[in-house]
């Protein structure tokens, strides 16, 4: 049967805030078992691209704050005149996404996904509530803040995966303060590394919530929750 898995990550900040999405989320995310990929925007790497292209051949981008063409700039100029093809085919192989957002279905529940950064306030439920009517979606997942959330609010889903690499949030108003407490958190700075795949059966989604923990001795291990949600039938919702 093929995989009706939805992976949903975003915000990887690769190099700028984060050498790479952690070795043991690149254990679990193996070729064959993901059906789509929906990247929340700031993906900002080729090599993380090329990765998750080999995941899921459906990999579905918005885009981000951050999202810049990712070419070489010497290599731009010894090359202008002499492989104007090569570079054209190199720039092709990572496109740069221009949609804010986008709506893919599966089963009978319509999801949307945005960066977020044009939702004002940031992260605030009911912008957010708001742009998902817009959408007319009953899932809307989201990014910008780095740090993951799931809730349902007046018979809609709403869900940030969070960053995958848990690279630093300019949002974030505890900026500097993780880890201080001895343990839970994945770095003295940033935030929880985190994505998650959605598994969608007719109306139902039923959530996989994965966070890199890291204990007072240095260790790292992969936590796993659920979250289930189930669309109303129409006019349910008042």
């Known amino acids: 049967m093929a995989s009706r898995l939805v992976l949903v990550l975003g915000d990887l900040f690769i190099p700028d805030r984060a050498i790479d999405i952690p070795a043991k989320f690149k254990k679990l995310l193996t070729p064959g078992k993901i059906a789509q990929i929906l990247c929340l925007g700031n993906l900002t790497s080729p090599s993380a691209y090329q990765f998750l292209k080999h995941l899921a051949p459906d990999l579905q981008l918005v885009k981000g704050d951050f999202d810049i063409p990712l070419t070489n ?101 505890t900026l500097g303060e993780e880890g201080e407490d001895g343990g839970g958190e994945a770095g003295d700075y940033g935030s929880v590394p985190s994505f998650v795949l959605m598994d969608v059966q007719g109306d139902v989604l039923v959530l996989y919530v994965y966070q890199l923990r890291v204990d007072g001795e240095g260790k790292e291990t992969v936590g796993v929750e659920k979250v289930s949600f189930r669309k109303e039938p129409a006019g349910a919702v008042a």
């Open 73 to 173: 700039s010497s290599q731009q100029t010894s090359q202008t005149t002499q492989q104007p093809q090569q570079q054209n085919a190199a720039e092709a192989s990572f496109p740069i996404p221009t949609a804010l957002s986008k709506v893919v279905t599966h089963g009978s529940l319509r999801i949307g996904f945005t960066h977020g950064d044009s939702i004002l306030p940031p992260g605030d439920p009911d912008a957010l509530l708001i742009a998902a009517r817009q959408m007319d979606v009953d899932v809307l997942c989201w990014g910008g803040t780095c740090r993951f959330e799931a809730y349902e609010m007046e018979g809609k889903f709403f869900i940030n995966p969070g960053s995958a690499t848990g690279a630093v949030s300019w949002l974030d108003e």
